[in-house]
């Protein structure tokens, strides 16, 4: 009797889970999760604070159980926290002395958790992915890479129907995996005909089939079947590198897209490699080195960016990205789930432009979509139409945005790099309700249940909740 009874035990202590990167249908939202408060810091209204070691993913909530991942040296940490009194319960590690390249902003332990509820996934580019029980016992590990990516491998592992899924975007031999959650086995491998990309993919349950992988990738954004990961439907008009993950709201995935050098007036019509080849190619290797290109062809960023094997030339698939690149475009799309092949003409709702996040992915609260861009600019938008219905400055945090905006209580939070929690009333023509300020840096996007937000900063966890 007394297990059959815990789990429902669990649940009315503790409330929804958050079990993945932006919680419950990777919205960012939690509509049943009680009142917030409005102001808080490190020392108001924290019910409890653990120092941790240093990571950048963010936390995810399973039961009485809170779940992130860090790194010390050479190891590779994964912990399990007390929900209501941030006690370590424990803590396990894999070693991996080899170092993926990787941007500074990027991290070893950037990756955020995924839970079935009887099990944790994680994934470190160093290493591969691992599964722990609830106790903290090791069930299997996939070892992954070496990874040739210009910034680093950082999606973080999604999870439906048995199947804990990847994708693994860099310059050569992309793909996505979907790995038996019971046995550790790889079910599926498909190839991605992409370059290097730091999104995480969500998960969609269409009325009919089933579920699907809703993946960015450079370029275009594809939808992939769970079950054997077949590439089902793709939309076209992405940029290079996408770092935001898509948001589904009823039968509408949005996504946003920004890379240096895509906003408007700034796109350059390449020629393509045989033209190139013949004008350019001075020792006929049928190869471009850096030095044969004219200066109007030159790319705008380092050439490694654009040398996707590191052989020091371009070959034809790597001048066919580059020259992709220099013409695509920035933006904001709306698009209808769902289809066969390439849907864009049909799919794309609406595309918005300007003032685009680089890495927080948007959030659609009662209809209308919510981004931060990088010195602190925030805009709202209808989520039916993409009208922009207001555009401001968050005074008090004009800073750089890396966490993704959660909403909760009608209020939207949104996480500067150094540690300002904006808080703003929910709607379009929103306001500030308040800047509260850590004493750290902030990456990791919050999670929310029963009342109680999750703040990760650089160097602990905090329990942010109202005292009664």
């Given at each position: 009797?007394?297990?059959?009874?815990y789990p429902?035990?669990?649940a009315?202590?503790?409330?929804?889970?958050w079990p993945?990167?932006?919680?419950?249908g990777a919205s960012?939202?939690?509509?049943?999760?009680?009142?917030?408060?409005t102001e808080?810091g490190p020392?108001?209204n924290v019910?409890w604070?653990?120092e941790?070691p240093?990571g950048?993913?963010s936390?995810v909530?399973?039961?009485?159980?809170?779940?992130l991942?860090?790194?010390?040296?050479?190891?590779?940490?994964?912990?399990?926290?007390n929900?209501?009194?941030g006690?370590v319960q424990w803590?396990?590690?894999v070693?991996a002395p080899?170092r993926?390249?990787?941007?500074?902003?990027?991290?070893?332990?950037?990756?955020?958790a995924v839970?079935?509820?009887?099990s944790?996934?994680?994934f470190?580019a160093?290493?591969?992915l691992?599964?722990?029980?609830f106790?903290?016992k090791?069930?299997?590990?996939?070892?992954?890479?070496?990874?040739?990516?210009?910034?680093?491998?950082?999606?973080?592992?999604?999870?439906?129907?048995?199947r804990v899924?990847?994708?693994?975007?860099?310059?050569?031999?992309a793909?996505?995996?979907?790995?038996?959650?019971?046995?550790?086995?790889?079910?599926?491998?498909?190839?991605?005909?992409?370059?290097n990309g730091?999104?995480?993919?969500?998960?969609?349950?269409?009325?009919r089939g089933p579920?699907?992988?809703?993946a960015?990738?450079?370029y275009q954004?594809?939808?992939?079947?769970?079950v054997?990961?077949?590439a089902?439907?793709?939309?076209?008009g992405l940029?290079c590198?996408p770092?935001?993950?898509?948001?589904?709201?009823?039968?509408?995935?949005?996504?946003?897209?920004?890379?240096t050098?895509?906003?408007?007036?700034q796109?350059?019509d390449?020629?393509?490699f045989?033209?190139?080849i013949?004008?350019a190619d001075?020792n006929?290797?049928?190869k471009?080195?850096?030095?044969?290109?004219?200066q109007?062809?030159?790319?705008?960023?380092?050439?490694?960016?654009?040398?996707?094997d590191r052989d020091?030339?371009?070959n034809?698939?790597?001048w066919?990205f580059f020259?992709?690149?220099?013409?695509?475009?920035?933006g904001?799309l709306?698009v209808?789930?769902?289809g066969s092949?390439?849907?864009?003409?049909?799919?794309?709702l609406w595309?918005y432009?300007k003032?685009?996040?680089?890495?927080?992915?948007?959030?659609v609260?009662n209809?209308?979509?919510?981004?931060?861009?990088?010195?602190?600019i925030a805009?709202?938008?209808?989520?039916?139409s993409g009208?922009v219905l207001?555009?401001a400055?968050?005074?008090g945090?004009?800073e750089?945005?890396?966490a993704s905006p959660?909403?909760?209580?009608?209020?939207?939070?949104m996480?500067s790099?150094h540690?300002?929690?904006?808080v703003?009333?929910?709607?379009?023509?929103?306001?500030?309700?308040?800047?509260?300020?850590?004493?750290?840096?902030?990456?990791a996007t919050?999670?929310?249940?029963?009342?109680?937000?999750?703040?990760r900063?650089?160097?602990?966890?905090?329990a942010?909740?109202?005292?009664n």
């Amino acid at each position: 009797m007394r297990t059959l009874l815990y789990p429902l035990l669990v649940a009315s202590l503790f409330g929804a889970d958050w079990p993945q990167f932006r919680g419950p249908g990777a919205s960012g939202l939690c509509p049943s999760c009680g009142q917030l408060p409005t102001e808080f810091g490190p020392q108001k209204n924290v019910r409890w604070k653990t120092e941790l070691p240093a990571g950048k993913s963010s936390p995810v909530l399973v039961g009485d159980r809170i779940f992130l991942t860090a790194s010390e040296g050479d190891e590779l940490i994964t912990m399990s926290l007390n929900r209501a009194t941030g006690k370590v319960q424990w803590r396990r590690s894999v070693r991996a002395p080899k170092r993926e390249a990787q941007h500074a902003l990027n991290h070893r332990a950037a990756p955020t958790a995924v839970s079935d509820g009887k099990s944790v996934y994680v994934f470190f580019a160093d290493f591969g992915l691992v599964a722990y029980d609830f106790e903290g016992k090791e069930r299997w590990q996939v070892p992954l890479g070496p990874f040739n990516s210009q910034h680093g491998v950082v999606g973080s592992p999604v999870y439906a129907d048995g199947r804990v899924i990847l994708v693994c975007d860099t310059d050569t031999d992309a793909f996505i995996i979907g790995v038996d959650a019971e046995s550790g086995k790889i079910a599926w491998k498909t190839p991605r005909h992409v370059i290097n990309g730091y999104s995480t993919p969500t998960i969609h349950r269409p009325a009919r089939g089933p579920a699907q992988v809703i993946a960015p990738g450079s370029y275009q954004l594809t939808a992939y079947s769970v079950v054997d990961g077949e590439a089902l439907w793709f939309v076209r008009g992405l940029t290079c590198q996408p770092k935001s993950a898509p948001t589904i709201a009823g039968d509408i995935v949005y996504f946003s897209g920004w890379t240096t050098g895509n906003d408007e007036g700034q796109q350059v019509d390449l020629p393509g490699f045989a033209e190139v080849i013949a004008k350019a190619d001075a020792n006929h290797d049928g190869k471009l080195a850096q030095a044969e290109l004219p200066q109007p062809w030159q790319p705008t960023g380092s050439w490694r960016a654009i040398d996707l094997d590191r052989d020091g030339f371009l070959n034809e698939r790597e001048w066919t990205f580059f020259r992709t690149r220099r013409a695509s475009r920035n933006g904001l799309l709306a698009v209808k789930l769902g289809g066969s092949g390439d849907v864009t003409d049909t799919n794309v709702l609406w595309r918005y432009e300007k003032s685009l996040p680089d890495v927080p992915s948007p959030l659609v609260y009662n209809d209308v979509v919510y981004i931060v861009r990088n010195g602190g600019i925030a805009t709202t938008l209808d989520a039916k139409s993409g009208k922009v219905l207001k555009q401001a400055r968050l005074t008090g945090a004009l800073e750089d945005y890396y966490a993704s905006p959660v909403g909760v209580d009608g209020k939207v939070y949104m996480a500067s790099e150094h540690g300002k929690v904006v808080v703003l009333r929910a709607a379009g023509e929103w306001e500030i309700l308040a800047i509260n300020e850590f004493d750290s840096d902030i990456y990791a996007t919050p999670a929310i249940s029963d009342g109680i937000m999750y703040i990760r900063t650089s160097n602990a966890l905090y329990a942010i909740g109202s005292p009664n």
